[in-house]
């Protein structure tokens, strides 16, 4: 694993570096989610609840049941008894469904309602309507098929029997009234007599069935019905359950939460070295830092492609981190090798090389890759004479050396080709002509920088780094691997003696990083020392020529633009407007732009004050503040100074004291 500060900062360095594999992620289970939604039907769920009474009769024996406990026990059993082949069998027959009963059973959910006597029975179904049917038909056969609906029975024909009795009640009643009421007229003794009589035998009667009409309304109304639907399934109002969204935010959950574990697992198992603000070693090797990332167009050599890119501005920082590392002074010889092919090692070499040649330091570039290297392809030089024929021949090293050594096209920068020797590579650096050639080159170069074969390609690299001063080691920032950069040490290590200066990480985003990602701290001018020279050159008396910097007046005199005055004295544009303002600087007209004559330049750069250095003897002495005058007198700097000068000093010091709001601050220009 890669060095982190903590396990947390890098999973969250790697979700912001994949985070597009999140969004692709997310983006695709929702895709798919939705896809597979919409090829599917509607599915509804109608729910029919039954409820169960507090008093019952079982079997015909009287029994209550007067607690929540054994009504809840009770609503068990019969959560059991509904998916019976016995009530779903009917069911099936009876709505000609053409399923089995494990299939019905699958489309079936029972509830038990905590806490209250409700059953739910659940259909679940493409129809609301054969839903609610199922549901309700389910329920209905439930309650035909328990000892509830027995007792339901019993107790209807008690009540017919009761509806009897109160009839006859009501009717003796009546008949015993009129008695009374006719008893009331009679004047006869046996008229009276009889109707008394009667009257006794009708209230007996009554009487009767009286006591009889209370037994039974007694026991009637321990006989309530056991299990009855509370809420039957209504098509009409069926729910549908799937026509949502929640199974398409489910399969985004589920793809965000796929690329998340894969994102924390490669970063687990990757072993790829990657560069990270403020590392500083690697398997205690000292890290330089990234190279960045080079357009293609612009390879190989990239220096002189794009000088004024980071990109190149970071390879000549590299350059001096070889010198801090190598004490200070240039490296005599420097190695540049890596583990595998393709990680940029001669492409970094050939650049780092061309660096030390424009730092000024003559410099050799060697193509110590004898095996198959191709340094000369990007200088475009043939290899008809290289390293490896001088190390295979037989002839003085000097007379060799003066056929191998190409100019490679640029200032202080020269070439020595892999050559066409196909004699056994470690044999041709193992030999005593390579301590001997390589003892003759630092004797004719500052630099010598060499492009070796990778170190999974052989142990050539630990020869060149044993006559080396160090070595540079370039790992690719997308695929090197700790595992590679350790046996790229081990091969080094081979060597009797070796000192590695560090590793860089080519192919590297700048931009990654806090450092880099910024333009390099370098002043930035319109118009170029170069340019302005070829413009110098095309100059003309006639005025014809197209340069926009550069006019030559009548007299012959050169007229330099304001950005041609600045490129020649190496200020800013704004502090020449500044000092053409106080005087400082005297221009002229010529059409609708202003010039400065270069005679104007030329006093300008005479009135400056110079600092004479004193002679040896005068610093012995202390006396190196003062120089003397022609009469002998001792005078300070100040004292000599023209009085134009100092009065053109003054007004420029005034003018800076007391600038007009609109306009720029001289002396913080030229401090800037």
């Not at 000292?286 to 220096?303: H, T």
């Not at 980071?310 to 001096?320: F, G, M, T």
């Not at 390099?520 to 095309?538: C, D, G, V």
């Amino acid at each position: 694993m890669k060095q982190l500060a903590s396990p947390f900062t890098a999973i969250i360095k790697l979700l912001f570096k994949w985070w597009w594999l999140i969004a692709i992620s997310v983006a695709l289970g929702v895709g798919v989610g939705y896809f597979i939604r919409t090829k599917q039907p509607n599915v509804y769920v109608a729910t029919t609840r039954l409820l169960f009474g507090q008093n019952f009769l079982i079997s015909g024996a009287t029994g209550t049941v007067q607690n929540v406990k054994e009504i809840q026990d009770l609503v068990t059993v019969y959560s059991g008894l509904v998916r019976l082949s016995t009530v779903l069998v009917p069911v099936i027959e009876d709505l000609e469904l053409n399923i089995d009963m494990a299939t019905l059973n699958g489309m079936m959910s029972v509830t038990e309602v905590e806490n209250l006597p409700l059953l739910e029975i659940s259909i679940t179904d493409t129809r609301p309507d054969r839903a609610a049917n199922i549901a309700n038909r389910v329920a209905q056969e439930l309650i035909t098929q328990s000892p509830a609906d027995q007792i339901s029975q019993e107790t209807a024909f008690r009540r017919e029997q009761l509806a009897s009795l109160q009839k006859q009640i009501e009717e003796l009643q009546k008949e015993y009234d009129n008695k009374l009421a006719v008893g009331g007229t009679l004047t006869s003794a046996f008229e009276i007599s009889q109707n008394l009589q009667e009257r006794t035998a009708i209230l007996t009667n009554l009487q009767e069935l009286r006591k009889l009409y209370a037994e039974m309304s007694a026991g009637l109304g321990d006989q309530a019905r056991l299990v009855s639907i509370f809420e039957a399934a209504n098509p009409d109002t069926v729910p549908i359950v799937s026509n949502s969204m929640i199974s398409v935010i489910l399969a985004g959950a589920a793809g965000l939460i796929l690329s998340i574990l894969t994102i924390v697992l490669l970063g687990y198992f990757d072993d790829r070295l990657m560069w990270q603000e403020g590392q500083t070693s690697v398997l205690d090797v000292k890290a330089l830092g990234p190279l960045g990332v080079v357009p293609k167009n612009k390879l190989p050599l990239y220096l002189i492609t794009m000088p004024d890119a980071i990109e190149s501005e970071v390879l000549r920082q590299l350059r001096a981190k070889i010198v801090l590392a190598a004490g200070g002074v240039p490296p005599r010889t420097l190695t540049v090798t890596s583990y595998d092919s393709g990680d940029g090692k001669t492409v970094t070499a050939a650049n780092l090389a061309l660096a030390f040649a424009q730092a000024g330091q003559q410099t050799l570039l060697v193509d110590g890759d004898i095996r198959k290297g191709n340094l000369h392809e990007i200088f475009r030089l043939p290899n008809i004479m290289g390293i490896s024929d001088i190390l295979a021949g037989r002839t003085d090293i000097p007379d060799l050396l003066s056929q191998a050594l190409l100019d490679s096209g640029y200032d202080r920068l020269t070439i020595l080709t892999s050559g066409r020797s196909s004699a056994d590579a470690p044999a041709l650096l193992s030999g005593q002509r390579f301590s001997q050639l390589f003892e003759i080159l630092r004797t004719q170069f500052e630099v010598v920088v060499m492009d070796s074969v990778p170190t999974i390609g052989g142990p050539d690299s630990a020869f060149l780094a044993e006559v080396s001063d160090g070595v540079l080691i370039v790992v690719d920032g997308r695929r090197t691997t700790q595992k590679g950069l350790r046996r790229t040490l081990q091969t080094l290590q081979q060597a009797r003696q070796v000192n590695v200066y560090g590793l860089v990480y080519n192919r590297t985003y700048l931009q990654a990083t806090s450092t880099y990602n910024k333009p390099y701290y370098r002043r930035t001018i319109a118009l170029s020392p170069e340019r302005l020279e070829q413009e110098m050159k095309k100059a003309t008396k006639n005025g014809r020529n197209l340069s926009r910097h550069i006019m030559v007046d009548q007299q012959g005199q050169q007229l330099y633009s304001l950005s041609a005055t600045a490129t020649q004295l190496g200020i800013s544009e704004e502090t020449v407007k500044n000092w053409i303002k106080v005087g400082y600087l005297k221009t002229v007209h010529q059409g609708r732009r202003q010039w400065i004559p270069q005679n104007e330049l030329q006093n300008l750069l005479e009135r400056l004050p110079r600092h004479e250095i004193a002679a040896r003897g005068d610093l012995n002495n202390g006396d190196y503040n003062h120089k003397s005058e022609p009469n002998g007198t001792t005078a300070t700097s100040e004292s000599v100074m023209p009085s134009r000068l100092r009065d053109q000093r003054n007004a420029l010091l005034d003018y800076v004291q007391a600038p007009p709001e609109s306009e720029t601050n001289p002396a913080e220009d030229t401090q800037r």
